[in-house]
């Protein structure tokens, strides 16, 4: 079946706009991460998802940084008044939500790059 | 907090040589242990895992061992290849709220034919 895809694939903004990230999982996954992947950090969690809800925001950098899924589905990333250390590959993951051994199957992601 | 420390790459080899990459973790409880794997241009695959200790992880050739004792989780192949070349992650994940993965900074390998 189909794996996780994210869109953009690749996304350049100018500094102070908004930016949306969008992640489709493994049909059935209950479970849906959200990764930050940059030179500095390396892989950062950033948030988590089980089913529609977020029982954990505190990965999320900053305010300007949000989270949403719908349906239990598809998830958004949304970074407003985005900044150059923002710049970074963000990537999504899902899994069944049967515990912390399930393997988390990972996205292409998305190269966002903040001018 | 929770924590993952492997070996400071880069690591260059030669076709055929053997291979261990170091990773230690620091945790509470007891951690699932796994190594991602990113070929050039790819996203994260995973390669293998163990969710107890002394369980053993294989795939493609690598083997990993869940050593409780001295919280590692070393990653190793016998006969590497030009193929095996890519960024290799360590990470743990833990029960809880979150269930998030906690990586290791990534060993990059590269193999010459």
């Known amino acids: 079946g189909a794996g996780v895809s994210q869109s953009p694939s690749n996304k350049v903004t100018e500094k102070g706009k908004d930016v949306e990230l969008r992640c489709d999982p493994i049909s059935g996954h209950t479970a849906l991460y959200w990764y930050r992947q940059s030179l500095g950090q390396g892989l950062e969690f950033l948030i988590y998802f089980q089913g529609n809800s977020a029982p954990d925001k505190s990965g999320l950098p900053s305010d300007r940084f949000s989270a949403e899924r719908t349906g239990g589905s598809v998830s958004t990333l949304t970074i407003q008044r985005t900044q150059q250390e923002d710049s970074a590959v963000y990537l999504c993951?899902?899994?069944?939500?049967?515990?912390?051994?399930?393997?988390?199957?990972f996205g292409p992601g998305t190269r966002l790059l903040v001018l | 907090g929770d924590s993952v420390t492997q070996m400071e790459g880069p690591v260059t080899l030669s076709e055929e040589a053997f291979l261990t990459i170091n990773c230690t973790y620091t945790?509470?409880?007891?951690?699932?242990l796994f190594w991602y794997v990113q070929y050039p241009g790819e996203g994260l695959q995973l390669l293998l895992k163990a969710t107890k200790a002394d369980d053993k992880g294989s795939n493609k050739g690598f083997e990993a061992t869940y050593r409780k004792e001295t919280t590692s989780f070393h990653l190793e192949k016998g006969s590497v290849q030009v193929s095996d070349s890519a960024v290799y992650f360590c990470a743990l994940s833990k029960a809880g709220s979150a269930r998030q993965l906690t990586f290791g900074s990534g060993t990059q390998l590269t193999v010459l034919p």
């Open positions: 945790a509470t409880g007891y951690p699932s």
């Open positions: 993951a899902s899994s069944t939500d049967r515990g912390s051994q399930e393997t988390q199957y």
